[in-house]
């Protein structure tokens, strides 16, 4: 599988817009090459660089196997299933990183799942997601971007 961006090329810094110093909306995603034993899909963003460990951004789950992408902003236009981030919101939380603590890697995951649906329940947690997952996980792919304050 592939994932990338047209905002942002793998290893490189995200715009502004995409984080918490800018508009803090989901920036656009496209993948290629899902296995055609996929069932589903779930879509993660986390920062491993985080001070207090890694810290969850987004979880996007039970995407359909033949969708091939989100358009910038698709976290803010209500129609996914999304978890609980760790800024304690549903749906997308930016990079903000902390000040002065140099580059954070945002990893943007896309899973390939055998389930075409994850049992968790609404307001549940990336974590949570990311577990159940991994669970049922046939694939993956990683887009990394940058960012720092």
Known sequence: MKLA????ADGSSLPQRFTCDGENISPPLQWSGVPSTARSLVLLCSDPDAPAG???????????PDQAG??????QAGNL???????????YGGPCPPRGHGVHHYHFQ?????????KVHPGTSCREVAHKARQFTLAETTLIGTYRR
């Open 81 to 91: 299933k999304q978890a609980l981030n760790d800024f304690k919101t549903i749906g």
């Open 110 to 118: 896309l899973l390939a799942l055998s389930t075409d649906h994850l």
């Open 5 to 8: 961006s047209s905002a942002f």
């Open 70 to 75: 989100l358009a910038e902003g698709a976290a």
């Open 54 to 64: 890694t810290w969850h951004h987004w979880a996007v789950y039970d995407l359909l």
